[in-house]
């Protein structure tokens, strides 16, 4: 099993700035790739941007490209989302997501993948 704990999520204003961050335990070795994804309320789970650990691939949804930032700390098995510039649409839960291959876990949703809890990204106007 992988567990995985997200917090930085809160309550901002339409142009401010969050930092997001999942820790990772357990049996994480089998575990390359680290995604983060959102579900506003009414709709569906998308993907958001995503990383392997070994930092060789970076992808992002068209919506997040130029404003957020994965990255990543394998030492503490961590992984970061640094969002800027954010706006009402980016109201969702935000959860850290893991699953062998990064190409997969994008088309599938992390279909059979580790999920964390989520934590609750609110940005008002």
């Known amino acids: 099993q992988v567990q995985l704990v997200e917090s930085g999520g809160g309550l901002v204003q339409a142009g401010d700035s969050l930092r997001l961050s999942c820790a990772a335990s357990g049996r994480t070795a089998s575990s390359s790739a680290m995604a983060w994804f959102r579900q506003a309320p009414g709709k569906g789970r998308e993907f958001v941007a995503g990383t392997t650990w070994n930092g060789d691939t970076a992808s992002y949804a068209d919506s997040v490209k130029g404003r957020f930032t994965i990255s990543g700390d394998t030492a503490k098995k961590s992984i970061y989302l640094q969002m800027i510039g954010l706006q009402p649409e980016d109201t969702a839960v935000y959860y850290c997501?893991?699953?062998?291959?990064?190409?997969?876990?994008?088309?599938?949703?992390?279909?059979?993948?580790?999920w964390g809890q989520g934590t609750q990204v609110t940005v008002s106007s």
């Open positions: 997501a893991s699953a062998p291959n990064l190409r997969a876990m994008v088309m599938t949703r992390n279909r059979g993948g580790y």
